[in-house]
């Protein structure tokens, strides 16, 4: 078993360009969560999906930002004409049913550098 | 803000004492949970405790509940230099969004060999 596997490890966008980060949940998991984490601070909730479904993206920045999880391949969270203020750690989470129950499993993260 | 606090903010401790880290938040919860993430890397989950529980243990790692007071405090016996890592208290909030962690901004732990 694999873990949540997110790629790339480390990302370098200029400003204006986009950024597509990449996680695929354990198997057997069909609750996917994204988290930001500024330096020196705690992860944020971003978004919670399930399969082919956004459950709840309060946590999303309303412009710029969207995520998806389709029916096959990884949850996709993009940035579209990235800021320096988008330079972050990018975590996910998955979980066999809605987390609070069962637990949750992160990722090793997306670094995310905007020059 | 639900955002939880951990308290002290960095502990620095000789090999073999033990580390106890604090965190306070503020409304009703499901159940708390302690992270360390080492520098750069990702977060490893150590211990979930219930709102119903008072003292969960785990090898050397011993976390108390106080509901009454909204606070938590994870203790690590016999610390080791491979403790040396970030601490985040999550909670898991009653009712509405009831699987979003909130996480507090951590304790940076050192332990000194």
């Known amino acids: 078993n694999a873990g949540v596997m997110q790629n790339p490890r480390h990302l370098v966008r200029r400003r204006g360009q986009e950024a597509r980060l990449r996680c695929s949940p354990m198997k057997g998991h069909s609750h996917v969560y994204w988290y930001r984490q500024l330096p020196e601070e705690g992860l944020k909730f971003m978004v919670y999906?399930?399969?082919?479904?956004?459950?709840?993206e309060s946590g999303m920045p309303k412009e710029r930002f969207s995520a998806e999880f389709p029916k096959e391949g990884p949850s996709i969270l993009r940035i579209q004409q990235v800021v320096r203020g988008d330079s972050a750690a990018y975590f996910c989470?998955?979980?066999?049913?809605?987390?609070?129950?069962?637990?949750?499993?992160f990722g090793s993260g997306t670094r995310l550098t905007v020059v | 803000s639900q955002q939880g606090e951990e308290d002290p903010q960095a502990l620095s401790i000789q090999e073999g004492e033990n580390a106890t880290m604090n965190c306070s938040y503020k409304?009703?919860?499901?159940?708390l949970q302690w992270y360390r993430q080492n520098s750069g890397r990702g977060l490893v989950h150590l211990i979930l405790?219930?709102?119903?529980?008072r003292e969960k243990h785990s090898g050397r790692l011993r976390v108390t509940l106080d509901t009454s007071k909204k606070s938590s405090s994870l203790l690590i016996t016999a610390s080791r230099a491979a403790d040396t890592a970030s601490y985040f208290c999550a909670t898991v909030y009653s009712g509405a969004g009831s699987y979003q962690l909130t996480f507090g901004k951590g304790t940076k732990l050192s332990v000194i060999p």
């Open positions: 989470a998955s979980s066999p049913g809605q987390g609070d129950a069962y637990g949750y499993t």
């Open positions: 405790i219930r709102s119903n529980e």
């Open positions: 999906l399930q399969k082919e479904n956004i459950i709840d």
């Open positions: 409304t009703s919860i499901n159940n």
